[in-house]
């Protein structure tokens, strides 16, 4: 069958994570629970950040435009996601899964290449620390997060172009909790190999070249800091940590499913639920809340909170 909208699928049917009342309840309450406290810990830093003036840096500018693409990954099917546990059919329109694909694409696309302007800023803040203040400048912080945007925008409507065209005419069941892109590929009435090659080109272009530039700029850093017997270099040394530890945990998955994004596993349901539901509480976690500059920030504003109630 040849390609143009010879759609004839209205909605899909999404399979979700269990067919159980009882585990699909257990789940309602702990996705509920990792959901609240995703969005509240990611808006938490942002006004912490943005009511500090001792946080007026590039790293934490970064940091808090990171926590506000969370708070957008975390809600593009997470509700959605929470509220079919309470319902026996779940579906999705046509167009909801349409655009559930283009944001997941959008913002995964955006925080790849946040997270390696991150590492640029600590590449440039460690190895050339008398000319950071120069090069980090507001002007480049800008320029970096309008390219994260303008990337994954770019990166998620070149997946979006043929897919939204592609002739759906029988089978509607995604047999996940979201529109995952390579799983509605399958959906269409026609020989997708060359449309899932192109899928895997285009997404595996961007996620391991992002990849290897943030391992390369990291062992730069790593062996900078390890050179050097100075008393900031333990600190240096404890925030590369967590931003290694986020790289890790958001790229595992990440090209896990972008190399073997048709592979059918019992793991890649979780695994998409840990990509999309627990990684951006993760985050907030792992670079704030042990960062002991957040920490404080943080404590002046509870205090300066509860004193504004008792007047």
Not at 105 to 122: C, N, Q, T, W
Not at 208 to 235: P, Q
């Amino acid at each position: 069958m040849a390609g143009g909208n010879q759609s004839m699928v209205s909605e899909f049917v999404l399979l979700g994570l269990s067919n159980s009342r009882e585990v699909q309840f257990f789940f309602f309450v702990i996705f509920t629970i990792v959901y609240v406290a995703s969005v509240l810990g990611n808006i938490i830093i942002i006004l912490t950040i943005a009511s500090d003036s001792h946080l007026n840096s590039p790293m934490y500018f970064l940091l808090s435009n990171l926590s506000f693409i969370d708070i957008c990954q975390s809600s593009f099917a997470t509700p959605k996601m929470i509220a079919d546990f309470l319902v026996e059919h779940k579906t999705i329109s046509f167009e909801g899964c349409m655009a559930q694909i283009f944001l997941l694409h959008s913002f995964v696309g955006s925080e790849m290449i946040l997270l390696v302007a991150m590492a640029y800023d600590r590449f440039i803040a460690i190895c050339k620390p008398l000319h950071y203040s120069t090069i980090m400048n507001r002007r480049l912080c800008i320029i970096f997060v309008a390219l994260s945007w303008t990337v994954g925008i770019l990166h998620s409507v070149s997946h979006l172009a043929f897919t939204v065209d592609l002739p759906f005419c029988g089978p509607n069941e995604v047999d996940s909790f979201f529109c995952d892109l390579p799983m509605v590929i399958e959906l269409a009435c026609m020989d997708t190999y060359e449309m899932e090659i192109m899928t895997l080109i285009n997404s595996g272009l961007i996620s391991l070249s992002c990849f290897l530039a943030l391992i390369i700029s990291y062992t730069v850093i790593l062996v900078t800091v390890r050179s050097r017997s100075s008393s900031g270099s333990s600190k240096a040394l404890s925030t590369l940590t967590a931003h290694i530890t986020v790289v890790i945990l958001f790229f595992g998955p990440c090209i896990y499913f972008y190399i073997w994004p048709f592979s059918r596993l019992s793991l890649d349901k979780f695994l998409s639920v840990f990509y999309t539901v627990c990684t951006p509480l993760l985050n907030p976690i792992i670079y704030s809340f042990r960062n002991e500059d957040v920490k404080s920030a943080m404590r002046k504003l509870q205090s300066r909170y509860l004193n504004s109630w008792k007047y």
